[in-house]
């Protein structure tokens, strides 16, 4: 059963302009991460955040996680045209003693020139 | 990329036909995990490992078996292939299973 479900399933922008992604959840979790997925290849690692947890960034990205809603967003900000890709939210938790990271269906991303 | 390796990247096969996919890693890492991507469906885990020898289900792993005798392989095992098995698999490693994955480029399976 997928965990973690994506906002908006699809976002077109234009280069310069910000992206923003958003994942909502329904049971408690360990962690929250986020992976983008290049067409034809797999999936890569953006950022991990942890339950007690707020917000973290890396470069042009900036994630927040609220655990009393059960979300969390992605921005890219500046967004580029090699930002076109699928991003990915995968919930990290202990589930009937076993270890699961379950992943979202993703929200397509495409920033034109 | 983590040193992470699927092999074929593609195949074609008949229904009823055995299929192993291989995931070889040389990172060392402890946790090798199989998923298959569908769309409308995003990843689902199939089956993962823990460790040499130690596996567990995950989401979708009927039809599935696995195997895992060193630290760096995890072979995945379609024992009948079914049409509905047809999909992209991939590859991911950990290092500890609250840790982030590292994925392979992913196997196109394809069984008419």
């Known amino acids: 059963s997928q965990q973690g479900e994506e906002d908006p399933q699809a976002l077109s922008i234009q280069e310069g302009e910000n992206a923003t992604m958003n994942c909502s959840y329904k049971?408690?979790?360990?962690?929250l991460q986020w992976y983008r997925q290049n067409s034809g290849r797999g999936l890569v690692h953006l950022i991990l955040i942890r339950s007690n947890e707020r917000e973290k960034h890396s470069g042009r990205l900036r994630v927040t996680l609220d655990t009393s809603k059960k979300s969390s967003s992605l921005l890219i900000t500046a967004s580029r045209a090699a930002d076109t890709a699928s991003y990915f939210c995968?919930?990290?938790?202990?589930?009937?003693?076993?270890?699961?990271?379950?992943f979202g269906k993703g929200t397509k991303l495409t920033v034109n020139p | 990329d983590a040193g992470i390796t699927q092999s074929p990247r593609h195949k074609v096969t008949e229904t009823g036909t055995p299929v192993t996919l291989r995931c070889h890693q040389t990172e060392n890492h402890r946790y090798m995990y199989w998923y298959r991507q569908d769309p409308g469906h995003g990843l689902r885990l199939i089956h993962y490992?823990?460790?040499?020898?130690?596996?567990d289900k995950g989401e979708v792993s009927d039809g599935y078996s696995v195997s895992r005798s060193k630290t760096e392989d995890f072979l995945l095992t379609l024992e009948s292939a079914t049409s509905s098995q047809t999909s992209v698999y991939f590859c991911a490693i950990g290092y500890r299973w609250d840790q982030p994955q590292h994925f392979g480029d992913g196997t196109r399976l394809s069984i008419l």
């Open positions: 490992s823990y460790g040499v020898k130690d596996t």
């Open positions: 995968a919930t990290g938790s202990l589930q009937g003693g076993s270890e699961k990271l379950v």
């Open positions: 049971t408690s979790i360990n962690n």
